[in-house]
């Protein structure tokens, strides 16, 4: 509406009005629409609003008062686009659109006017021309601020987005590792003898839960990684962390599906989890933590006897998290481990299996993130994982008191 009403002025003027009034209409038409408009993109509206402005202030010999009517309108339209052009066109076509904008704001259109007064001067040129440069280099200076600013978000979101793909690799390797590994053992299992149709169907069941559980995760890996844009509007942003409350299921799962008797100790509370959750970020790594130490267990030391957990709390205030195995005594080879140690055959199978992860290596950089430790070594003929999580003054306190 407000674009249909620049040209009426128009009506009343003489022939050569329309000129001025079709380039005025032009420059605010480009400036209020939203680019790109079907197949016509920002830098061919803008190269066409520029070029009609340079060709007008060649060609058009109409009276100067017909330039005063308009001219307004078609500053006010140059100075919008060159903004528009500045912040969202892609580098080269910034700056060669940006120029031509620039000075047909700063130089022509004031020289329109100025140039063809009854008695041009040289001062009303140049007073014209200094004002309109001033108007041109506050756009062009805001547009170019907001310009940067995009650009460090979108650096910004890149960075994120990275370090949210390494958070997924590795927590890929710790859930889905763990559940693959379980499946693995159990079928070696299941090969050393007969199986009567109750444990068949023990044996089926609980490889279908790891099955699905890895599937989960693996969904809800996939589900990180991919684009927002691409997620269905509906579809709700992975939630899921594994915490404190969740630490009796792994390990009565890591018993019942390993052959390695498995126990764990947890703070004070209502079934030995605290009452007050800690922050999901220390919930989250303590889970990890045992998670990567039992899987470290099945696949080195699956002739260990007893793997006990223990979660407990420490000076600082701290969250202190450890799990100890006790080696399968006698049966060392001295293999080295992936994690630095000596690791142990497998009780289930001859083979070795070559390589390693990089499970430990990720979870410290994790666990030292949060400003804590992560301790592995030897402990008498087994192997101990310790990690010590920082947490807020009081919340362990807190916990207890309401336990």
């Known amino acids: 509406m407000v674009v249909a009403m620049v040209p009426v002025p128009a009506v009343l003027a003489p022939p050569s009005g329309l000129v001025v009034a ?32 340079f060709a007008v202030a060649f060609f058009y010999q109409g009276r100067h008062q017909l330039v005063g009517v308009w001219l307004p309108v078609e500053m006010g339209g140059v100075l919008v686009l060159l903004g528009r052009v500045i912040r969202r066109l892609p580098g080269v076509q910034a700056a060669v659109i940006g120029t031509s904008l620039a000075v047909a704001a700063a130089v022509e259109l004031p020289l329109r006017l100025t140039l063809r007064m009854p008695r041009p001067s040289l001062d009303a040129s140049v007073a014209g021309c200094l004002l309109a440069f001033f108007s041109m280099a506050c756009v062009a200076g805001v547009a170019l601020y907001l310009r940067i600013q995009d650009d460090r ?22 859930f889905v590792a763990h559940e693959v590994t379980g499946i693995v053992l159990e079928a ?35 589900g990180a990684l991919r684009d927002p844009d691409e997620r269905a509007a509906a579809e709700p942003p992975p939630t ?5 409350a969740d630490l009796p299921d792994l ?10 008797p498995a126990e764990i100790h947890m703070p004070e509370g209502v079934d030995g989890v605290p009452a007050d959750p800690l922050p999901r970020e220390i919930e989250s790594t303590a889970y990890a933590v045992v998670l990567e130490a039992l899987t470290n267990v099945r696949r080195h030391a699956s002739s260990a006897g007893r793997v006990v957990v223990e979660v407990v709390r420490a000076a600082g205030p701290a969250l202190e998290v ?22 142990r055959p497998s009780g289930l199978s001859g083979s070795e299996r070559r390589g390693g992860g990089t499970g430990l290596i990720g979870l410290a950089e994790r666990v030292e993130a949060l400003g804590g430790v992560l301790r592995t070594g030897r402990h008498e003929q087994g192997w101990k994982v310790t990690a010590l999580l920082p947490v807020p003054e009081g919340a362990l306190d807190g916990a207890a008191a309401r336990s």
């Open 22 to 53: 079709f380039s005025a209409t032009l420059a605010a038409a480009v400036a209020l629409t939203r680019w790109p408009y079907r197949r016509v993109s920002l830098a061919t509206a803008a190269s066409v609003v520029a070029g009609v402005s």
């Open 322 to 343: 450890s799990v100890v195995d006790d080696g399968g005594r006698g049966r060392g080879t001295g293999r080295r481990r992936p994690d630095g140690g000596e690791a």
């Open 240 to 244: 899921r962390l594994y915490g404190l």
């Open 251 to 260: 390990v009565g799962r890591f018993s019942a599906t390993g052959g390695i």
């Open 153 to 174: 978000r979108v650096r910004a979101v890149a960075r994120a987005r990275r370090a949210q793909r390494l958070e997924v690799a590795r927590d890929l390797h710790d």
């Open 188 to 222: 070696q299992a299941a090969q050393f003898g007969g199986l009567d149709p109750e444990q068949a169907r023990a044996f089926a069941l609980r490889v279908e839960e790891a099955g699905l559980r890895a599937l989960a995760s693996m969904d809800h890996m996939v």
